[in-house]
């Protein structure tokens, strides 16, 4: 039995913490996708950890964790992140597992990263500069190394074939800010550590943690309005962040998925470039900011801010077939006076409720529905029932309009922060 856990918006709802916290519920957690763009924060006992590739239950000593197939992966930044946590985890090569058919990310593949997005000038996507979009590509275009590569004898003849193919392209960007010598050292020796860690043919690992009768939290990345296929094309990530993911990102049959968490911000965030109809681009804007520490746990870039988007927000429940909602930081809306929320777009004249193929194209008007604020305190301790009746009103308003119950509030990055609701 597979649960799906993943984002709803563009990305940074707060997915590391949920999958944290639900992890003693899975005796498997896996990421479908993505790559160290992703940055999921976790904080607990009064320590902050940010992960990148390694799935967020690695902190919970019952639960094993894979980086399924469907995952890219740079070696340099996997052996800098297992640094980063193995005081904390000492016993990670217990329950870490790495699908052999996980791409990496070359040295090369970062520098062609940053030359595409020099070339592109003010048109750029806005790139983490991760290699993230290349490595898919040598994917897709059936080049790319795979991690049960490093298995092979030949291996270093066949990244420098790659490598090779990559310097030209980067040579007819005109691109020389790198130092690859540098580089491929770092590449080499963490090519090295990853050959120390337990790698698995991971298809066969979820079918026999299904076989058993055991539980799997798969995890995505991202979020699912930066869906290559369903996102705000062309300023999408590079793999499929929607549940249906799930399937090819791990080597798994539909029929094994029970249940989807959609996980939200009370309000709109997005990283990078690309159409945001809500985005709030004034002191409303800059006190979400900082109220809510918006900005990227992976690059610490500023990320924008906006009111609740529900047509976006609709459109992707409906793509992933999401059974149960997890709406974060409320707490960021604490002592607003009042609140907008965006309930239909005005596209040339007419009032819709679907969201457009192309929003880059579209000129959208949001159409906004105007909520009173609750008070600076919110307690979670006495239940929902017990909460501020605005606070109570909002998330009504909000599964009113879905039509899916918010199953999971959370008003604070802590664990003990979170009220299930019955």
Same mark, same amino acid.
């Given at each position: ?300 870039? $500023? ?101 899916? $119950? ?17």
């Amino acid at each position: 039995m597979i649960d799906v856990i993943l984002g709803l918006q563009w990305g940074d709802e707060g997915k590391g913490k949920i999958a944290d916290y639900l992890t003693p519920k899975y005796d498997l957690v896996a990421r479908f996708q993505g790559g160290p763009n992703a940055g999921h924060s976790l904080e607990f006992e009064g320590k902050k950890f940010v992960l990148n590739t390694i799935p967020s239950g690695i902190f919970r000593q019952t639960t094993k964790n894979l980086i399924g197939n469907g995952v890219v992966i740079d070696p340099i930044r996997l052996m800098e992140e297992i640094d980063r946590i193995k005081e904390e985890c000492p016993a990670f090569r217990e329950r870490l597992l790495v699908s052999k058919k996980a791409h990496l990310i070359l040295p090369t593949h970062r520098i062609l990263d940053a030359a595409s997005e020099a070339e592109k000038g003010d048109a750029k996507i806005g790139s983490t500069l991760r290699g993230i979009g290349p490595t898919y590509r040598d994917k897709i275009g059936r080049s790319g190394l795979r991690v049960g590569d490093i298995l092979e004898s030949d291996f270093r003849a066949r990244y420098e074939a790659v490598r090779d193919a990559h310097l030209k392209q980067i040579q007819f960007f005109g691109f020389t800010d790198f130092d690859l010598g540098a580089d491929e050292i770092k590449f080499f020796q963490a090519i090295e550590f990853i050959q120390s860690l337990t790698l698995v043919n991971s298809e066969y690992t979820i079918d026999e943690y299904i076989r058993g009768g055991q539980k799997i939290l798969a995890e995505g990345a991202q979020g699912s309005l930066l869906d290559v296929e369903f996102g705000t094309y062309p300023y999408v990530t590079s793999s499929n962040t929607l549940s249906g993911g799930v399937c090819s990102g791990l080597g798994t049959a539909p029929k094994h998925i029970r249940k989807v968490y959609g996980i939200f911000k009370a309000y709109c965030t997005r990283v990078g470039s690309g159409p945001f109809p809500t985005e709030l681009d004034d002191e409303t804007g800059e006190y979400l900011r900082i109220k809510g520490h918006e900005f990227g746990a992976t690059t610490g870039r $500023k990320r924008r801010t906006g009111w609740l988007d529900l047509v976006a927000l609709k459109y992707t429940c409906m793509l992933n077939g999401v059974d149960e909602l997890i709406m974060m930081k409320g707490d960021v809306l604490n002592g607003m006076a009042e609140l907008k929320v965006a309930t239909a777009y005005r596209i040339k004249g007419e009032i819709t409720q679907e969201f457009p193929s192309n929003l880059c194209s579209t000129e959208v008007e949001p159409l906004y529905e105007t909520l009173p604020g609750w008070g600076e305190n919110v307690n979670l301790n006495d239940g929902f029932e017990a909460m501020d009746q605005t606070f109570k009103d909002y998330v009504a308003f909000i599964e009113n309009y879905l039509g899916t $119950k918010i199953a999971v509030i959370s008003m604070g990055p802590g664990r003990d922060e979170t009220l299930v609701r019955s």
